[in-house]
């Protein structure tokens, strides 16, 4: 079992080009979350997906930034025009069938290495 | 605001040392609470959790106490050892909140000296 698998791990832009991030994840999991996590600061939830669905994106910035999990391959998250805020890891996690929700603990999430978005 | 933060960002400690990790949290109503682990350039790993309605869990090595009196969590690990050198965060969530919209603190960074 591979885990959580983000890629790249590390990726360079320019600002107003755009960034794509990928995420698979883990084997049985049907369940996609995004995270952002800028330098010395705790993650920060952005969207919720399922496959060709998105849950919950109250933590998605409105402009620029959009996620999707089609129902081949793996869940991109993008950044458009990207600016110097927008330099931070991005973490995806998964979770089994069912999600979070209820009693479960947060203890189902896995979450991949990150990728690590620098904006020059 | 709400917010869930740490007393210390950066904690040394010995080899063999008991290690004592802090964090305190303003949501009374906050009902889950969350230790991660995080190495360096991997993503967080679960530690140990607790329920408000709980005041200690004891893991393999690792403790965590929960004093709701003060809002005050705090992450004790056993004999400390190179390998638990890591930023520790922990995390709340909201009573009826969702599991994955947790509110994460800025982190303690631990460092094990052989």
């Known amino acids: 079992n591979a885990g959580v698998m983000q890629n790249p791990r590390h990726l360079v832009r320019r600002r107003g080009q755009e960034a794509r991030l990928r995420c698979s994840p883990m084997k049985g999991h049907s369940h996609v979350y995004w995270y952002r996590q800028l330098p010395e600061e705790g993650l920060k939830f952005m969207v919720y997906l399922q496959k060709e669905n998105i849950i919950d994106e109250s933590g998605m910035p409105k402009e620029r930034f959009s996620a999707e999990f089609p129902k081949e391959g793996p869940s991109i998250l993008r950044i458009q025009q990207v600016v110097r805020g927008d330099s931070a890891a991005y973490f995806c996690?998964?979770?089994?069938?069912?999600?979070?929700?209820?009693?479960?603990?947060?203890?189902?999430?896995?979450f991949g290495a990150g990728s690590r978005l620098t904006v020059l | 605001g709400e917010s869930v933060g740490l007393h210390l960002p950066t904690l040394s400690v010995q080899e063999g040392d008991n290690s004592i990790i802090n964090c305190a949290y303003s949501n009374s109503a906050s009902d889950y609470f969350i230790w991660y682990k995080q190495e360096s350039g991997k993503g967080p790993q679960f530690i140990i959790d607790?329920?408000?309605?709980?005041d200690k869990r004891q893991g393999q090595r690792v403790t965590v106490l929960l004093n709701k009196t003060v809002k005050h969590l705090s992450l004790q690990i056993a004999a400390t050892q190179p390998g638990d050198s890591a930023v520790y965060f922990c995390?709340?969530?909201?009573?009826?909140?969702?599991?994955?919209?947790?509110?994460f603190g800025k982190g303690t960074l631990l460092t094990v000296n052989p």
């Open positions: 995390a709340d969530r909201r009573s009826g909140g969702s599991n994955y919209k947790l509110t």
């Open positions: 996690a998964s979770s089994p069938t069912g999600g979070l929700a209820g009693v479960k603990g947060a203890n189902v999430l896995t």
């Open positions: 607790i329920r408000s309605n709980m």
